[in-house]
């Protein structure tokens, strides 16, 4: 168990349609990290924040925004969702931002199915 | 700009064999490099990295990798292969932050069967 929670395990919704995707970051970690995995695109990075400020930004579409909180918890807001958006979305954390020696820790994932 | 490629989509291994996972990488600057694991419907669990010193770094279950930077490589390795370390191998590369908003990019992964 890394510490790293998210929330909903699994989520079935229709085009068109907005979901939030939530995670808590390990204890201590100022990091989150969001990253979507399919099987043709592989393991993207999609957005970063460290101490509820956007730190870095990856593969994300406009559709998609994200928010850390005062309590450090993070949202992945996906919205007019397409089929191509079903994936496994990842989120990590770390105790720093902006250090390369940092290690993620990341959660179980959530598995996003857009019928 | 800075990419990390794993050559091999899947690897087979017999059990009690040592294996290789191969990983190689591009970066402008000394790299940050480090293996994660992910089981089947799990997260990626870390698993070593390099940051600098001794070559060799040691990780997780028995796993070690050798950072190599003639070649450019940070292959995994493990003496012994065991069954349960069958799940997919991702190497990631993080280059030295000229700001703040350093990024990790992992490979496309290399699928790793140990068969008894």
């Known amino acids: 168990d890394s510490g790293v929670t998210q929330t909903p395990k699994h989520l079935i919704t229709a085009t068109g349609q907005r979901v939030t995707l939530r995670c808590s970051p390990r204890?201590?970690?100022?990091?989150v990290y969001w990253y979507q995995q399919s099987l043709d695109q592989g393991l993207q990075f999609l957005i970063q924040?460290?101490?509820?400020?956007?730190?870095a930004k990856g593969n994300i579409l406009e559709r998609f925004s994200a928010q850390q909180f005062p309590d450090l918890h993070s949202e992945l807001n996906l919205s007019s969702l397409e089929l191509g958006d079903s994936a496994l979305y990842f989120c990590?954390?770390?105790?720093?931002?902006?250090?390369?020696?940092?290690?993620?820790?990341f959660g179980p994932g959530t598995r996003l199915t857009v019928l | 700009a800075q990419s990390v490629a794993q050559p091999e989509d899947q690897v087979n291994v017999a059990e009690g064999n040592p294996l290789t996972v191969k990983c190689t990488y591009s970066?402008?600057?000394?790299?940050?490099l480090f293996w994660y694991v992910q089981y089947p419907n799990r997260g990626l669990q870390f698993l070593l990295k390099?940051?600098?010193?001794?070559?060799l770094v040691k990780g997780s279950y028995g796993f070690e990798a050798e950072f190599n930077k003639s070649q450019t490589s940070f292959h995994l390795k493990k003496p012994s292969a065991l069954v349960s370390d069958s799940a997919l191998y991702f190497c990631?590369?993080?280059?030295?932050?000229?700001?703040?908003?350093?990024?990790?990019?992992f490979g496309s992964g290399t699928r790793l069967s140990i068969r008894p």
């Open positions: 990590a954390s770390s105790a720093l931002g902006g250090s390369s020696t940092d290690t993620q820790y």
């Open positions: 204890s201590g970690d100022l990091s």
């Open positions: 924040y460290y101490n509820g400020e956007e730190r």
């Open positions: 970066v402008s600057g000394n790299p940050y």
């Open positions: 390099y940051i600098t010193g001794d070559n």
């Open positions: 990631a590369v993080r280059d030295i932050p000229r700001s703040s908003a350093s990024k990790i990019i």
